[in-house]
DNA sequence: ATATCTGCAAAGACTTTGCAACCTT
DNA sequence: AAGGTTGCAAAGTCTTTGCAGATAT
């Protein structure tokens, strides 16, 4: 087993910032393409390319894993979905539409997410990136630890 | 350009301070370990494993690639090096300047990172945690942005 | 003396790519 | 009709793992 549990914690962004004028040439109008860009329409968090086949499967739409990839990768590149990297390594995208920034605290045993808003660490963000002269700065921010729960859980074992 | 792969079950966190209570265990002082180790100081940038594999074989030292795979992992684990992963996926893996805790400012175009302290932000997700009832926490935070240098760079196209 | 480590090679997992058939324009 | 797209499968890259022999303590 290589491919084992997936504890996201540290995201590293891609490559190109969209292009303000983008030269993107046009995508043809495909099922598969649309089927892509409902699912992620429905879908809050990143997701891999993995899991986006697996969900389209689930869903019933037929699209090809490869096809999924490249699908996938050309809305990357046209600016049309956000690329991370998740502690695995594997490429995640989301839908652009910034719903709102917040982070996550995360119970590392049984998964529970909570979010969080960090107006202080968007601040200190922006002055750290800002002293060393940064520009066009994002972050990501995760918090791990046992929930209530989990914590009562482990003391009594 | 091909890349691919992912990272099996890796170590995960960045910043994640080993628990008090959880001592490695002590790792016997070998010749692969050493070179990895000396090789690891002559370096100021991260590299990846496959990079740190090429390096150790241009010097002459003999380091097989499972064993480097091993060793940085196990380096890791006992937080005497700082993971990240680059902008395809793998892991990169670079001594650490700092030896307390800290967080990382990334350029997302030519990858150089500056280590900072974030005093506050440990207090924001400790007190954070503290309000959900959250126990063992750790946690990620990572700027990304431009750097001068490739900002100039951007400017100029 | 023995528990650990190393090397080699095979196995795994994700991602890319060649090519013929298909579908949008 | 023309050319981008899709699917399938093979290839490619990074990473992990089983096992036997070498090594540190």
Redesign the pocket.
């Known amino acids: 087993?290589?491919?084992?549990a997936t504890a996201g914690s540290s995201r590293v962004p891609a490559s190109a910032p969209a292009p303000a004028s983008a030269p993107g040439?046009?995508?043809?109008?495909?099922?598969?393409?649309l089927a892509?860009s409902a699912a992620l329409d429905d879908l809050a968090d990143f997701v891999?390319?993995?899991e986006l086949h697996r969900i389209l499967q689930e869903r019933g739409t037929?699209?090809?894993?490869?096809?999924?990839?490249?699908?996938?990768?050309?809305l990357a590149d046209d600016g049309l979905v956000d690329v991370l990297?998740n502690a695995?390594?594997?490429?995640?995208y989301r839908r652009c539409a910034v719903t709102g920034h917040h982070h996550h605290l995360l119970c590392r045993n049984c998964g529970k997410a909570v979010e969080v808003e960090a107006p202080a660490v968007e601040a200190w963000a922006a002055r750290i990136a800002q002293e060393h002269g940064f520009t066009a700065v994002e972050h990501t921010v995760e918090i791990f630890g046992l929930c209530p729960e989990c914590t009562a859980l482990k003391a009594g074992e």
């Open positions: 087993m290589s491919q084992g040439k046009e995508q043809r109008v495909t099922k598969q393409r892509v891999s390319t993995q037929t699209v090809s894993l490869a096809t999924s990839y490249r699908i996938l990768q050309s990297r695995d390594g594997e490429a995640v």
